[in-house]
């Protein structure tokens, strides 16, 4: 069974960063696909960033595209989202994922273990 728990979620001004980490255990890391996902209140959980399971491809949604960056520590066995230029927009829960495919990044149901979610508030 899979474990994924984020952390580095918190309050940030708008135009700031924030790194949020989500650490894997359970399985061998480097068979897994990892994405990330976020939701705001009243809003469906939304893709935001994933990385296939040998880190050679990214993927991200056309609202984060240049200001998030996807990365993966395989001797870590952590998958990081680096968020710079945040905007009020962003603030949602942000819920780390692992799936076994590498298809179908951009949708949840290519997904099997899911995070229990880190809060990111941006303020303006």
């Known amino acids: 069974q899979v474990q994924l728990v984020e952390s580095g979620g918190g309050l940030v001004q708008a135009g700031g960063s924030l790194r949020l980490l989500c650490a894997f255990s359970?399985?061998?890391?480097?068979?897994?696909?990892m994405g990330w996902f976020r939701q705001a209140p009243g809003k469906e959980r939304e893709f935001v960033a994933a990385i296939t399971k040998s880190a050679i491809s990214t993927y991200y949604a056309d609202s984060v595209r240049g200001r998030f960056t996807v990365s993966r520590d395989s001797a870590k066995t952590q998958v990081s989202l680096q968020m710079n230029s945040l905007k009020p927009e962003d603030a949602a829960v942000y819920y780390c994922?692992?799936?076994?495919?590498?298809?179908?990044?951009?949708?949840?149901?290519?997904?099997?273990?899911w995070g229990q979610g880190t809060q990111v508030t941006v303020s303006s």
């Open positions: 994922a692992a799936g076994g495919s590498n298809c179908g990044l951009g949708g949840s149901a290519s997904y099997d273990y």
């Open positions: 359970g399985r061998t890391f480097d068979n897994y696909a």
